[in-house]
């Protein structure tokens, strides 16, 4: 690392790393890697994409999401300051960024550690988010100086305060005045906008400063502690019920998969470039045709891909489309699909390049 201060963009960083860690990260967003990128800028722009942070984030589980919620929130910080912010075992904390690093979704700029550009936006409204506002910084980084704000208010203020980090950090207003003294304050709201504990972010629209969120919930993104799994709710059910019920999804996923490739035997649905996804297009069809959600039919086609039923070919105009496989045939012929065993072992991954679901053409 360059004078042990960071990296003048998430390109440099890359280009510093081994061999090996850029294999890991290629391992964890396999859609980096497909077409293969020709140096560390154009991986970097790549992993910057929408797309691919959409990818990356959605295998991401609880405790890295709020690790990583709490790197935007501080925008450039040092990995003590984002321990002590995060709700969880310093350890578990350390590795999910770890992780976090080595998906490339955090990166060591000059400043410290932050979150590529875009991560942000595809935060907002995760399961993830904290729900605090970004740092507004007229606070300064010393959190002594929100605790002495906010020993200044009276207990009305403080409620409504309270009141504002639960709703979200934003609240509306309409007699208060967004620009107004200490000593002029009059009622709760004037009061925290002098104070600085709210400060005014649009027409009749007061925002709840990340720095203030945060010392409310005692210095931590999140009230309740994250990194401990949460309690499973069960109910008893006879095993007779439970047998008829999953006898019942087993039909339905080899009936199915059985109309999914019958269908496609008769038209198959065209590739995207490069022969690595699908069209919205044909897959809005697809889940028409089978009377099932959009998810649930990808779902089927990844089982049918993975069993062997389904693979890649060519059309009668030439064109590189998905087909049924002779494996489906003799199935056919046996009655039998070797779905259920597909299910048991398939990784879903969201990144898999195989299935990546985009327009594919001016009408998809």
């Known amino acids: 690392m360059p004078m042990d201060t960071g990296f003048r963009s998430l390109a440099d960083q890359l280009r510093s790393w081994p061999t090996e860690r850029i294999s890991r990260l290629l391992l964890a967003r396999p859609d980096l890697a497909t077409p293969s990128p020709h140096d560390s800028g154009q991986l970097a722009a790549r992993a910057a994409t929408r797309t691919s942070l959409h990818y990356a984030m959605d295998d991401l589980n609880h405790l890295e999401l709020i690790v990583l919620d709490a790197v935007v929130l501080a925008n450039q910080t040092t990995r003590a300051h984002l321990s002590s912010m995060v709700n969880a075992e310093v350890d578990a904390a350390t590795r999910a960024l770890s992780h976090l690093e080595d998906c490339g979704l955090v990166w060591h700029s000059l400043g410290g550690l932050r979150a590529v550009t875009g991560v942000a936006t595809l935060l907002r409204g995760s399961p993830g988010a904290s729900g605090l506002q970004p740092f507004a910084g007229h606070l300064g980084a010393d959190q002594e100086e929100v605790v002495r704000r906010l020993a200044?208010?009276?207990?009305?203020?403080?409620?409504?305060?309270?009141?504002?980090?639960?709703?979200?950090?934003?609240?509306?207003?309409?007699?208060?005045?967004?620009?107004?003294?200490?000593?002029?304050?009059?009622?709760?709201?004037?009061?925290?906008?002098?104070?600085?504990?709210l400060v005014s972010s649009g027409e009749e629209m007061l925002t709840l400063p990340g720095e203030v969120g945060l010392?409310?919930?005692g210095g931590r993104t999140t009230r309740e502690r994250v990194n401990l799994p949460p309690s499973l709710p069960t109910s008893s059910r006879a095993s007779t019920l439970v047998d008829r019920a999953a006898a019942g999804a087993a039909f339905e996923l080899v009936r199915n998969l059985e109309l999914?490739?019958?269908?496609?035997?008769?038209?198959p649905p065209r590739s995207l470039r490069g022969g690595t996804g699908l069209t919205v297009r044909d897959l809005r069809a697809t889940a028409e045709r089978l009377h099932v959600t959009e998810p649930t039919a990808a779902l089927l086609i990844e089982v049918?891909?993975?069993?062997?039923?389904?693979?890649?070919?060519?059309?009668?105009?030439?064109?590189?489309?998905?087909?049924?496989?002779?494996?489906?045939?003799?199935?056919?012929?046996?009655?039998?699909?070797?779905g259920g065993r597909t299910c048991?072992?398939?990784?879903?991954?969201?990144?898999?390049?195989?299935w990546s679901v985009g327009p594919g053409d001016p009408t998809g």
Not at 260 to 267: H, P, S
Not at 310 to 332: H, I, K, N, R, V
């Open 304 to 338: 049918s891909w993975a069993s062997g039923l389904l693979a890649l070919g060519t059309d009668e105009e030439g064109d590189p489309s998905w087909m049924p496989t002779e494996l489906f045939d003799q199935c056919c012929s046996s009655r039998w699909l070797p």
């Open 215 to 217: 010392t409310l919930r």
């Open 152 to 197: 200044a208010v009276s207990a009305e203020a403080r409620a409504m305060l309270e009141a504002v980090d639960a709703g979200g950090g934003q609240a509306s207003f309409s007699r208060a005045r967004p620009r107004v003294a200490v000593a002029e304050a009059s009622g709760p709201a004037e009061e925290l906008i002098a104070h600085g504990l």
């Open 344 to 354: 048991r072992r398939l990784l879903r991954l969201a990144g898999l390049p195989a």
């Open 260 to 267: 999914l490739l019958d269908a496609w035997g008769a038209t």
